[in-house]
C-alpha cells in the first residue's frame, strides 16, 4: 500500500518450516468438517480447493488478540492457504498410492490420534476445575494492579495526518523529476488552499484521497522512514515540503498532534483484567495439580528408569 506509514508489526502464521506448515495445513484439512454447499472457495490447486469456513475455523480457533493480527496480515494468510493447498495435494497423492494403508503409517496415526485425544480432554478437564468467577478481577484489584505497573504503560507521541501521494515509476529518473514538480506545485496549492480538496481531486492512494488525504492518527514508528522526521517537526495545520519515498511522493498536513503520555487505567483496564485472569486460572491450576499430585507422593525407581534410558541407545 503506497501510503505515507508503513503497516503495523503483528504476529505472522508461525510454522516450524515447511515440514512444519504442511504438518499444520495436513492436520487441520484432517479434522475439519466437510465443507457447507454454501461455502466460497478462496484457495484451489486443482482438484484441492479450501473453503471460506476454513478460514474461520482458524480464526475461531486463535485468542482474540492473535485474530485481529492475522486478520490484518493479509499476506500471512495467503502464505497459510497457499501451505495448505500444497499439504492436501501431497495428502492425496498419498494416499492415491496407498501410503495411509501402510502397516507403519496405521500404527502412527493411531499414536497420534491417542494423544491428541489425551491432550483435548486433560486440557477441556483441566480448564473446567481452574475456572475463574466471572467477576473477578473487582475494580479494586484493576486499579493497584495499575498503579503498581504503570510507569511501564508508556504511548509514544501521535499525529493525524493527511496526504497527497504520489506515486513515481520505478527506476524511472525522468518520471520522478516530472512528478517532484507536480508534487510542489500541489504543497503551494494546499497551504493557500483547501488540503482535502486538493487530496481528493489529486491523491493517488485512493483510501486516503476518499477521506480528504487523512491517513489516520499515528506514531512516529508506525510511518515510513523516509518521513518521520519531516511530521516530527511539523506545526498543526502545517503543510509540508513533498517527501520522497521509495515509491512515490507524500505532501503532509498535520491534523493534530498528541504528546507522549502514560495510559489511563481505562485505557489498560482490559488488558489488566486478561492478565490478572490468567494469573489467576495459573494460580487455581498450580493449586490443584499440587493436591492432585503432591511431589512427595510421586514415586521414581531409579532402577528402572536407568534401565529404561539405557534401553533408549
Same mark, same amino acid.
Given at each position: ?12 502464521? @508461525? ?18 468438517? /466437510?465443507?457447507? #454447499?454454501?461455502?466460497?472457495?478462496? &484457495? ?15 480464526? *475461531? ?6 485474530? #485481529? #493480527? ?12 497457499? !501451505? ?18 501402510? $502397516? ?28 475463574? /468467577?466471572?467477576?473477578?478481577?473487582? &475494580? ?9 505497573? =504503570? ?15 504520489? $506515486?513515481? =515509476? $520505478? ?5 520522478? =523529476?516530472?512528478?517532484?514538480? %507536480?508534487?510542489? =506545485?500541489?504543497?503551494? +496549492?494546499?497551504?493557500?488552499? *483547501?488540503? &482535502? ?21 499515528? /506514531? ?7 518521513? @518521520? ?5 511539523? %506545526? ?7 517527501? +520522497? ?7 503532509? %498536513?498535520?491534523?493534530? !498532534? ?12 482490559? @488488558?489488566?483484567?486478561? &492478565?490478572? @485472569? !490468567?494469573?489467576?486460572? !495459573? +494460580? ?30
Amino acid at each position: 500500500m503506497k501510503r505515507a506509514y508503513s503497516s503495523a508489526k503483528i504476529s505472522s502464521i @508461525r510454522t516450524r518450516g515447511v515440514a512444519g506448515g504442511l504438518l499444520l495445513a495436513t492436520l487441520m484439512g484432517a479434522f475439519a468438517a /466437510p465443507a457447507l #454447499a454454501a461455502d466460497k472457495v478462496v &484457495a484451489s490447486l486443482g482438484s484441492v480447493s479450501v473453503p471460506d469456513s476454513d478460514v474461520q475455523k482458524m480464526l *475461531d480457533l486463535m485468542p482474540p488478540a492473535d485474530r #485481529a #493480527a492475522t486478520k490484518s496480515n493479509r499476506q500471512g494468510v495467503e502464505n497459510w492457504l497457499r !501451505q495448505r493447498v500444497t499439504s492436501e495435494a501431497v495428502l492425496q497423492e498419498a494416499r492415491s498410492k496407498g501410503w495411509s494403508d501402510r $502397516p507403519e503409517i496405521k500404527a502412527r496415526v493411531e499414536a497420534a490420534v491417542k494423544d491428541v485425544t489425551a491432550r483435548i480432554v486433560t486440557t477441556a478437564y483441566l480448564e473446567s476445575v481452574t475456572q475463574v /468467577p466471572a467477576d473477578y478481577p473487582a &475494580a479494586a484489584d484493576v486499579a493497584a494492579a495499575y498503579e503498581q505497573a =504503570k510507569a511501564g504503560f508508556n504511548l509514544p507521541a501521535t499525529y493525524r495526518m493527511a496526504q497527497i501521494y504520489l $506515486p513515481v =515509476k $520505478p527506476n524511472d529518473a525522468a518520471d520522478a =523529476k516530472k512528478v517532484a514538480e %507536480k508534487a510542489k =506545485k500541489l504543497a503551494l +496549492q494546499a497551504r493557500a488552499g *483547501d488540503f &482535502a480538496a486538493i487530496a481528493k481531486a489529486e491523491s493517488q492512494d485512493k483510501a486516503s484521497a476518499e477521506q480528504g488525504g487523512e491517513v489516520g492518527t499515528l /506514531p512516529l514508528a508506525g510511518m515510513l522512514p523516509e518521513v @518521520r522526521d519531516t511530521v516530527a517537526k511539523l %506545526k498543526v495545520g502545517q503543510v509540508s515540503e513533498p517527501v +520522497q519515498a521509495a515509491a512515490g511522493f507524500h505532501v503532509i %498536513k498535520l491534523l493534530d !498532534q498528541q504528546p507522549a503520555r502514560i495510559a489511563t487505567l481505562e485505557e489498560m483496564t482490559p @488488558r489488566l483484567k486478561l &492478565a490478572l @485472569r !490468567q494469573q489467576r486460572q !495459573q +494460580q487455581l491450576l498450580q493449586d490443584y495439580l499440587s493436591k492432585l499430585a503432591p511431589a512427595e507422593r510421586v514415586n521414581i525407581d531409579t532402577a528402572a528408569l536407568d534401565a529404561a534410558l539405557q534401553k533408549a541407545n
